[in-house]
Each structure stands twice: as C-alpha cells, then as structure tokens.
C-alpha cells in the first residue's frame, strides 16, 4: 500500500528537515499557520498510537519533545499544541502547533491576525510559506 509520509518525507525526505533522529524525521512545513509549525514523522510505517510497546511510544514521544523543545526555545511561544491525527495521512505523525498570545509577535505568517487559528485552517493552503523562509527558520531552531 502506498503511503505518502513513508516515500516523500522518510524515504526522499522532502522537505526542510530540522531534527532527525532513529525514530523520527522532524520537518517544517509549508503551511506555517503559526511560525514554527512543523511536522513530526514517525520513520516506522504505523498507524495506531495503541500498537506501539510502551518501550516504543515513551522513545517515540521523548524524540516529539525534543523537537517541541527546539521550537520553543527557538520562538518561546506561548503554548505549544501536539496534534495526533492521521485522519488525511494514516501514519503517525504530530503537528506541533507553537501557540502565540500577542498576534503582533513575529507573526509574518498570520494573514487575518488569527492568533488561534482553527486546525480546519491549516489545510486551506493561504499561509504557504516559501522555501527560502523555512530554511531561514530551520537554521535558527537548529541552533537550538
Ligand atoms: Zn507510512
């Protein structure tokens, strides 16, 4: 079965890549609702977050933290969402969402000034960022 996250972002890794360790490639995506968005991948084909060992799932989520750490010293957001979904993409992968209170605070990506943007809204592609911004931001979060 073809699976989208395993052949373009594990296998070609397509995509601004900003951590990687032996259980998950973390990228920044394009659509950066909020500075910072980025998507966890786990390298495994899985779908269910209830499969894994707990051996499995407590390495798992030590890897997404790490990541989430990253952003957060990179950006010191607010807040930071973790969203496990897999209702488009059925493999596992995190969106970690660095939430903003004040929308005026390095938020060259909001476009209505929606400093709690819906998840619906992270999938209507008006906050595309261009490769050059993501690889400006994938060099400051790995200084972290
Ligand atoms: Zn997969």
């Given at each position: 079965m073809y699976?989208?996250?395993c052949e373009k972002r594990v296998k070609n890794r397509e995509g601004v890549v900003i951590y990687e360790d032996d259980l998950v490639i973390a990228m920044l995506r394009p659509k950066q609702v909020t500075k910072g968005k980025t998507s966890v991948y786990y390298k495994k084909h899985a779908v269910k977050?209830?499969?894994?060992?707990?051996?499995?799932?407590?390495?798992l989520m030590n890897s997404v933290v790490k990541v989430a750490k990253m952003l957060e010293k990179t950006f010191k957001?607010?807040?930071?969402?973790y969203a496990l979904m897999g209702n488009y993409w059925p493999h596992l992968h995190w969106h970690l969402i660095p939430r903003y209170k004040?929308?005026?605070?390095?938020?060259?990506?909001f476009k209505d000034g929606l400093e709690?943007?819906?998840l619906g809204r992270m999938i209507q592609g008006k906050?595309?960022?261009s490769k050059e911004e993501l690889e400006?931001?994938?060099?400051e979060i790995k200084k972290n």
């Open positions: 699976c989208e996250i977050f209830s499969e894994l060992s707990d051996e499995e799932r407590n390495a957001p607010d807040h930071m969402n004040d929308k005026n605070k390095d938020n060259f990506f709690y943007p819906i906050f595309d960022a400006k931001l994938a060099e």
